[in-house]
């Protein structure tokens, strides 16, 4: 088995770096010695790693610890990966959580399968780390935007129901003093007329 050290900044480096949030990460495998081998480079790469075993332990997990990613190897065989994904999704667990499949070289159209049954991104085996560390990042950093941008909308759309709701009241407001004010012309008008027959009266 081949281990890679663990590269450091240099302290000028590191001093100028941004702090990064540490990304929460499930890693869904059947094979221990690759779940281990994932959990341990990620967790070097600055992730708050967790693991299970199998399809189905994701669905007790995620309970009481939510992530941002859900990683998922092609070769799960007690539930497979696109149904681990799918009943993820249908228990509500899912949350926020970016789902990316881990596939071999030579499983292209699973992943693309995957990806049209609603996974966020696919990597291939071998891993390089690098990489998969840049592109969980940008699919974290996507959902986040999107996110974003469904609370934006959410927001508008309590607004625009509120705006609706205070431009309602005030229609009848004034729909009400449109009542009043032809009730006061009816009484000014029937005091007029009443005036005015007083006065022929005496005459």
Not at 67 to 86: N, S
Not at 176 to 198: K, M, N, Y
Request: charged share 30%.
């Amino acid at each position: 088995m081949q281990f890679f050290k663990r590269n450091r900044d240099t302290d000028e480096q590191a001093a100028f770096r941004a702090p990064q949030r540490r990304l929460r990460v499930l890693i869904v495998d059947e094979d221990p010695t690759a779940r281990a081998v994932l959990a341990r480079r990620l967790s070097h790469m600055n992730y708050d790693v967790a693991v299970a075993e199998n399809g189905f332990a994701p669905l007790a997990l995620l309970v009481t610890r939510p992530v941002d990613i859900i990683l998922i190897d092609r070769g799960l065989t007690l539930l497979p990966p696109i149904t681990t994904m799918q009943k993820i999704r249908a228990a509500g667990l899912a949350g926020n959580a970016c789902f990316v499949m881990i596939a071999g070289r030579l499983d292209s159209q699973w992943a693309v399968e995957a990806l049209d049954a609603g996974a966020d991104d696919h990597v291939l085996k071998p891993i390089d780390f690098d990489l998969l560390d840049a592109r969980l990042r940008h699919v974290h950093a996507r959902a986040e935007k999107l996110g974003a941008l469904s609370r934006h909308n959410a927001e508008l759309d309590a607004r625009i129901a509120r705006r609706a709701v205070e431009l309602g009241e005030t229609r009848d407001a004034l729909e009400a003093l449109q009542a009043d004010r032809a009730r006061l012309v009816s009484s000014i008008q029937a005091l007029h007329d009443e005036i005015e027959r007083l006065n022929a009266a005496q005459g």
